[in-house]
């Protein structure tokens, strides 16, 4: 069962190497706990769903100003919980996305994001191949590169 797990992991990240450089590399992950507003990713809602309850709607915009923008994944946080939304998806120059989820939090001012391109979604997953056969933690790491290899569109067949 793991063999076939790091033998169809492996033909998908080879699949990914041959895409990776059509990927623009120029931006870095951005990460928001903050309030700030960065040049791709900004915080649009920040609003308590109902007076005295824990949850939030929490809504970010992605907008590609400079060149397009190949995103795998957003990250939304809190100080309570963590959302990953698998996007795999390409906004064009120009243009914007919006993403957003009701989350738990007990202050607004804690609900940051992590935008995720596709190449650092590759760089992440062939990190945490290298370090598979040596970790402790293989359940964790294998779900971490499953989610990667979901939102990259690529999905192992076991």
Known sequence: MNK??????????????VIAPLQSTE????VSGDGSISK???????????????????????????????????????DVEKITL??????PKGQCSFYGAVMKANDGKTLGATMILKTDALTEAQS??????????KDASIKRLME???SLGFIPKL
Do not use: R
Request: glycine share 4%; hydrophobic share 45%; with cysteine.
């Open 4 to 17: 076939k797990i790091i033998f169809f992991t492996l033909a998908a990240l080879v699949g990914s190497l």
């Open 27 to 30: 931006a870095a992950p951005y």
């Open 40 to 78: 791709y990713l900004t915080k649009i809602k920040v609003e308590q769903y109902k007076k005295g309850s824990p949850y939030w709607s929490y809504i970010v915009k992605a907008c590609a100003t400079d060149y397009p923008l190949a995103v795998a994944m957003i990250d939304l946080k809190s």
């Open 86 to 91: 698998g996007v795999n998806n390409v906004i």
């Open 128 to 137: 945490i191949l290298s370090k598979l056969p040596s970790t402790n933690q």
């Open 148 to 150: 990667l290899y979901n």
